[in-house]
């Protein structure tokens, strides 16, 4: 008797439409995030895992994820950044449990298995047993007990981990144009201000298109109308990468212009009513010889580079189950900022985070789909806005580049 071999792609069917349309059943089926799991981020992709600025010493740690597996970045005794899956050798316990810190080794808590900062297995208690009794068998070999490794590389003391060992780098994976707009704002050294982390009752594909759609910042975001910090009027585009993977929301402007031509438009949003009681919220600097003053990039599959008129921040996106994710935001300035700079920063960051005058509807919206599409696993969402193409296109009221991430998602998930 043969057993017919069957594979779980079977249960998807992607619609005829291609990336214009996105089966609900992505969002809530247990046995495709279990896939992207191992298809995208334990697969061909490069993760951020973190800032080099966050870990200078030798020694330094801190713990991260990538898709939902626990991982150690560490800055080794010989200053190079190494990473490795935070799960025991022995028995698979997390082995470091704190969120970061600096130490010479690192301890399991179980049964005490010491590593260094490689990762490699060092020490293990009653290793040659007790009185004689015991202990482990003939060939024990600790070199063969490290810790998982993942593979890093940097750029612009920006820290990714990846599972494919042989991956292309970074920079490659990036693409020129991406390190272009990322060089925006690492090109000269930062600092962190602060972190924020979020949890979200969606699945974590939501809060990626929620971050590649510049349709819906005029219209969702309320704040950004009333007080005409972003409007789709506004000079700007969308930009992608060769595979469409990767993008970049951009727009020109300073915060009154064309503020006039946008009150006259009939807008739900825009209420002449409200002004701000302290405007000083929106006061700040031109900071960027180009003249962008809002740009929000993603690079697959985790990362979000944030620019705000003068708030900064990386935002990370952990997948938390099928339909739960995290976001950590790094709040981030630079180096040579001056002190009113800082609280520039700190005062439009106000704007952004779980609460944010802005964010906070983004943190909210992916729920509403969740919940919005149980029983509909069979249907599909509509995404024509700008046409069907994947596209730099130079204008925001398009969806461009959520197409762009369902193509590459296809190719990589094989749907
Ligand atoms: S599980 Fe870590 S030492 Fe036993
Ligand atoms: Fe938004």
């Given at each position: 008797?043969?057993t017919?071999?069957?594979?779980?792609?079977?249960?998807l069917?992607?619609?005829?439409?291609?990336?214009?349309?996105?089966p609900?059943?992505?969002?809530g089926?247990?046995?495709?995030?279990?896939?992207?799991?191992?298809?995208?981020?334990?697969?061909?992709?490069?993760?951020?895992?973190?800032?080099?600025?966050?870990?200078?010493?030798?020694g330094?740690?801190?713990?991260?994820?990538?898709?939902d597996?626990?991982?150690?970045v560490?800055?080794?005794?010989?200053?190079?950044?190494?990473a490795?899956?935070?799960?025991?050798?022995?028995?698979?316990?997390?082995?470091?449990?704190?969120?970061?810190?600096?130490?010479?080794?690192?301890?399991?808590?179980?049964?005490?298995?010491?590593?260094?900062?490689?990762?490699?297995?060092?020490?293990?208690?009653?290793?040659?047993?007790?009185?004689?009794?015991?202990?482990?068998?003939?060939?024990?070999d600790?070199?063969?007990?490290?810790?998982?490794?993942?593979?890093?590389?940097?750029?612009?003391?920006?820290?990714?981990?990846?599972f494919?060992?042989?991956?292309?780098?970074?920079?490659?994976?990036?693409?020129?144009?991406?390190c272009?707009?990322?060089?925006?704002?690492?090109?000269?050294?930062?600092?962190?201000?602060?972190y924020?982390?979020?949890?979200?009752?969606?699945?974590?594909?939501?809060?990626?298109?929620?971050?590649?759609?510049?349709?819906?910042?005029?219209?969702?975001?309320?704040?950004?109308?009333?007080?005409?910090?972003?409007?789709?009027?506004?000079?700007?585009g969308?930009?992608?990468?060769?595979?469409?993977?990767?993008?970049?929301?951009?727009?020109?402007?300073?915060?009154?212009?064309?503020?006039e031509?946008?009150?006259?438009?009939?807008?739900?949003?825009?209420?002449?009513?409200?002004?701000?009681?302290?405007?000083?919220?929106?006061?700040?600097?031109?900071?960027?010889?180009?003249?962008?003053?809002?740009?929000?990039?993603?690079?697959?599959?985790n990362?979000?580079?944030?620019?705000?008129?003068?708030?900064?921040?990386?935002?990370?996106?952990?997948?938390?189950?099928?339909d739960?994710?995290?976001?950590?935001?790094?709040?981030?300035?630079?180096?040579?900022?001056?002190?009113?700079?800082t609280?520039?920063?700190?005062?439009?960051?106000?704007?952004?985070?779980?609460a944010?005058?802005?964010?906070?509807?983004?943190?909210g919206?992916?729920?509403?789909v969740?919940?919005?599409?149980?029983?509909?696993e069979?249907?599909?969402?509509?995404?024509?806005?700008?046409?069907?193409?994947?596209?730099?296109?130079?204008?925001?009221?398009?969806?461009?580049?959520?197409?762009?991430?369902?193509?590459?998602?296809?190719?990589?998930?094989g749907?």
């Amino acid at each position: 008797m043969t057993t017919a071999k069957v594979d779980e792609r079977d249960w998807l069917v992607w619609p005829d439409e291609g990336v214009s349309r996105v089966p609900y059943q992505v969002y809530g089926d247990p046995t495709i995030y279990k896939r992207e799991m191992d298809f995208i981020f334990r697969g061909s992709t490069w993760n951020y895992l973190g800032l080099e600025v966050e870990i200078p010493n030798r020694g330094d740690y801190k713990t991260t994820f990538i898709g939902d597996t626990p991982v150690v970045v560490t800055r080794d005794m010989d200053g190079s950044i190494q990473a490795f899956v935070n799960r025991c050798a022995h028995r698979g316990a997390t082995v470091c449990m704190d969120q970061c810190g600096n130490a010479k080794t690192l301890t399991c808590v179980y049964h005490a298995w010491v590593y260094d900062m490689k990762g490699d297995l060092k020490g293990v208690p009653f290793k040659n047993g007790v009185n004689g009794q015991g202990g482990m068998p003939q060939g024990f070999d600790m070199e063969k007990l490290s810790l998982q490794k993942v593979k890093v590389d940097t750029h612009l003391g920006v820290i990714f981990g990846s599972f494919d060992q042989q991956i292309q780098s970074v920079q490659e994976y990036l693409g020129e144009k991406m390190c272009g707009y990322l060089s925006r704002i690492f090109s000269r050294p930062v600092t962190v201000l602060g972190y924020q982390r979020q949890l979200m009752k969606n699945n974590w594909k939501l809060y990626f298109e929620n971050v590649k759609d510049s349709y819906h910042a005029s219209l969702l975001h309320l704040f950004f109308s009333t007080f005409g910090v972003n409007r789709l009027s506004q000079r700007g585009g969308i930009d992608l990468d060769e595979t469409g993977r990767h993008h970049v929301s951009y727009t020109y402007g300073s915060l009154n212009e064309d503020l006039e031509a946008y009150r006259n438009s009939d807008l739900r949003s825009y209420s002449s009513k409200y002004e701000l009681k302290d405007p000083s919220l929106l006061v700040g600097r031109n900071e960027f010889p180009d003249g962008i003053t809002l740009a929000i990039q993603s690079l697959f599959p985790n990362m979000i580079v944030q620019q705000i008129h003068n708030a900064l921040a990386v935002r990370q996106l952990l997948p938390k189950g099928v339909d739960s994710c995290e976001l950590v935001w790094t709040y981030l300035g630079f180096a040579d900022d001056d002190d009113e700079m800082t609280k520039i920063r700190l005062k439009q960051s106000n704007l952004v985070g779980p609460a944010g005058f802005v964010s906070l509807e983004d943190g909210g919206v992916g729920e509403l789909v969740q919940k919005g599409i149980v029983g509909g696993e069979k249907e599909q969402s509509f995404v024509e806005m700008g046409g069907t193409s994947v596209e730099s296109q130079p204008f925001r009221a398009t969806e461009s580049s959520i197409r762009g991430f369902w193509k590459n998602y296809r190719e990589l998930m094989g749907y």
